[in-house]
């Protein structure tokens, strides 16, 4: 089969995903045809963990002036936010797998 340029190159961006989206392939014990299957083996093969071992204590930020001891937030004051909710916004970076 012969083509023109523009027809080979509008056939070809055809398969090039439009800028935020990403590929995804699974391969393994993830293809869709046995993954059920092979995720209840492979969870089967792991030692069983324990909910006990994996608490996550929260951490107190430090004092901004001595870099020692804890701040503790009594009252965020008229109109303010807590820091959290006052952050800006960061943009995460997208990944690209293909």
């Known amino acids: 089969m012969s083509l023109e340029a523009v027809e080979f190159i509008r056939r070809f961006l055809l ?3 439009p800028s935020g989206f990403v590929k ?3 391969f393994g014990f993830l293809s ?3 993954r ?3 995720v209840q083996h492979c969870r089967g093969l792991l030692p069983p963990s324990s909910a006990e071992a994996m608490v996550i204590e929260p951490r107190q930020p430090l004092c901004p002036v001595c870099k020692v001891g804890h701040l503790h937030v ?3 004051g ?3 936010m807590p820091a ?3 952050a800006p916004y960061r943009q995460i970076p997208a990944l690209d797998s293909s």
């Open 36 to 38: 059920n299957k092979m």
């Open 15 to 17: 398969h090039v995903l």
């Open 24 to 26: 995804i392939r699974h």
């Open 84 to 86: 959290a909710a006052a």
């Open 74 to 76: 009594t009252d965020w």
């Open 78 to 80: 008229r109109g303010s």
């Open 32 to 34: 869709n045809r046995n």
